[in-house]
């Protein structure tokens, strides 16, 4: 997945190209989130695939709670209709809205500008479906219950993600002294004879070696 960025009429527009795997779910929460910190809370994700991994869509969900308390959105530009049913039915009520195309998306941030958003747990005018919006997805309100249990959820997928990533440690440190382990017996073995017969051969080698070195010795203490 490739991530690029622009924007229009004051909308940050975060457009992925190619299909989007299970690793690039971090990628895309933290840049988003990233926007929001930096007091950019109106945005628009462009997907142009017709899936996205479950886990994206409940980081975005979370998001997207985060931007209406600051008086933004977070939405998606979803051009394939397999994606908006399944961002549609992902969840009941379905916080994250979706919209088929960019001109429909930036006027639904026009019309929420002239029209702030009422609290999250009401029913926001802003976000009521209209012909204007040419096919917008409809977008429904959410609890403060809602939020919370979104927000615990991401936590507790965080910490059971540390706790998977102590043990890939744990295993590769393992895996890595066993090898260390075969790399030092393989020398060993290398080094000495695999049978008595060439043991006694090398010793007795060595042996004829030593002889040889100590006549040479003698020969030169005898000049």
């Known amino acids: 997945m490739k991530l690029t960025r622009t924007h229009d009429r004051g909308v940050e527009i975060l457009t992925t190209s190619g299909a989007i795997a299970q690793?690039?779910?971090?990628?895309?929460?933290?840049?988003?989130?990233?926007?929001?910190?930096?007091?950019?809370?109106?945005?628009?994700?462009?997907?142009?695939?017709?899936?996205?991994?479950?886990?994206?869509?409940?980081?975005?969900?979370?998001?997207?709670l985060v931007a209406r308390e600051l008086s933004g959105r977070l939405i998606i530009l979803a051009s394939r209709p397999e994606l908006r049913t399944?961002?549609?039915?992902?969840?009941?009520?379905?916080?994250l809205a979706s919209f088929p195309?960019?001109?429909?998306?930036?006027?639904?941030?026009?019309?929420?500008n002239a029209a702030p958003l009422g609290p999250i747990a009401g029913a926001a005018?802003?976000?009521?479906?209209?012909?204007?919006?040419?096919?917008?997805?409809p977008?429904?309100?959410?609890?403060?219950?809602?939020?919370?249990?979104?927000?615990?959820?991401?936590?507790?997928?965080?910490?059971?993600?540390l706790g998977q990533l102590r043990e890939t440690i744990v295993r590769l440190?393992?895996?890595?002294?066993?090898?260390l382990n075969q790399f030092q017996?393989?020398?060993?073995?290398?080094?000495?004879?695999t049978d008595e017969r060439a043991y006694q051969q090398r010793i007795q080698d060595l042996e004829s070696r030593l002889e040889e070195l100590m006549d040479e010795l003698g020969k030169e203490k005898g000049k």
Do not use: W
């Open 23 to 64: 690793r690039d779910v971090q990628v895309l929460s933290v840049g988003v989130g990233k926007l929001i910190r930096d007091g950019k809370n109106q945005i628009l994700l462009e997907v142009s695939e017709p899936s996205m991994p479950d886990d994206l869509i409940r980081e975005l969900m979370a998001l997207d």
């Open 86 to 95: 399944k961002i549609e039915n992902f969840a009941r009520p379905m916080t």
């Open 101 to 112: 195309d960019r001109n429909a998306a930036i006027e639904f941030f026009d019309t929420m």
């Open 125 to 137: 005018p802003a976000e009521a479906t209209t012909p204007a919006q040419a096919g917008a997805e």
């Open 139 to 161: 977008t429904h309100a959410v609890s403060e219950e809602q939020g919370k249990q979104l927000k615990e959820d991401i936590r507790k997928r965080e910490v059971d993600e």
């Open 173 to 179: 440190e393992n895996e890595n002294q066993a090898l």
């Open 185 to 193: 017996t393989y020398f060993r073995e290398r080094r000495l004879p």
